[in-house]
């Protein structure tokens, strides 16, 4: 056998579904899955499955909002609705679907295969920054952040708890940006609280929910850059810097200043001084936001463009959990020690719960 603890992770974007395959010597495959496909049939992640299921120990099923590390043999109803959080009506993403798919597909093979925290799950996130917060990062922002930790720290020859820095995670539709302090994830600001994304809104004012009386869930995934310009975030790339017109420089404007805002906010109330920029956005684009970061008065250590880190980072996790060459990257961001609901630490009136 070529190597051991071999595993797969699962990031479930909003345009692709990435998967990484990885044992201890190293990664083996990865792969991209146009979410619209998956969504519309869920099984079709199997035929990818399959050709690596040979010697498969365990993987990281996509997670949502995620759970305390658990195993997908032990996901019901109740835990299902935890990591969607949501009403009825149709899914973004296919995960609710693809859950039950990968728990028959792993019990029949032997695999272990768990569901992952988000960042409110992990007891190195003071209980204060969890009031009345539920997205302070989904369980794929955690991966990114994994496997952010394990380059950093392999690149620089430093242990694990001497590494620091936050991660900005710009994809298709959110913004997020988590805290990393001494190896522990300690803040964040997930893409629904994020001042405002490419195509999802991020946060939204509470009069406007109340007047609109918001419909459903797939109306986070508008009010952002995409439609406040009018135009795709591939067009802004190419009509930088002069081009824009009007309402898309407006609209670039407030995407500009919002990320700067949230970056000034996380980095004043932690002790770090270096950001990791994992992005999909073009070179003009992630240009102007290198200036944002320079403007707070942060360094940025490492630029990621490739979608990857978080199935990546879910393989890493995965990996680590059973035993493997990343237990100790697990272990350090506490993962097999999380804990409690997203929907702890919530005081409203009216005792809001899980729909």
Known sequence: MAGTHKSVGIDPGSRYWKLCVLDDEGIIARHKIETSGVSENPASILETLEKHVGDLEVMAAPSGHGLPATEIA??????????????????????????????????????????????????TVPEWRKINRIDLGTSDKVCSAAFSLQKLSE?????????????IDIGHSFLAMICVEKGRIVDGIGGSLAGFGTVASGAIDAELLHAWDFPDKSSLYSGGLVHASGISLEEIESRLPDDLGSRASMALKRFLESFGSDLAAISSRNEVDEVVLNSVLGPKFNALLGGEVSRVGLE????????MPGCVGAAYLANGLIGGRYSSLAE????????????????????????
């Open 74 to 123: 032990n996901v019901g109803d109740d835990e299902l609705r935890q990591m969607t959080l949501k009403r009825d009506g149709p899914g973004i993403v296919g995960l609710s679907a693809s859950i039950g798919i990968l728990r028959e597909f792993c019990g029949k093979r032997n695999i272990r295969c768990y569901v992952l925290p988000s960042v409110k799950h992990l007891s």
């Open 155 to 167: 690149d620089r020859g430093l242990a694990l708890d001497d590494t620091s820095f936050i991660l």
């Open 300 to 307: 940025t250590a490492l630029t990621i463009d490739d979608e």
């Open 332 to 355: 350090q961001l506490g993962i097999g020690f999380s804990g409690g609901s997203v929907m702890d630490t919530i005081y409203f009136a009216g005792s809001p719960t899980i729909p």
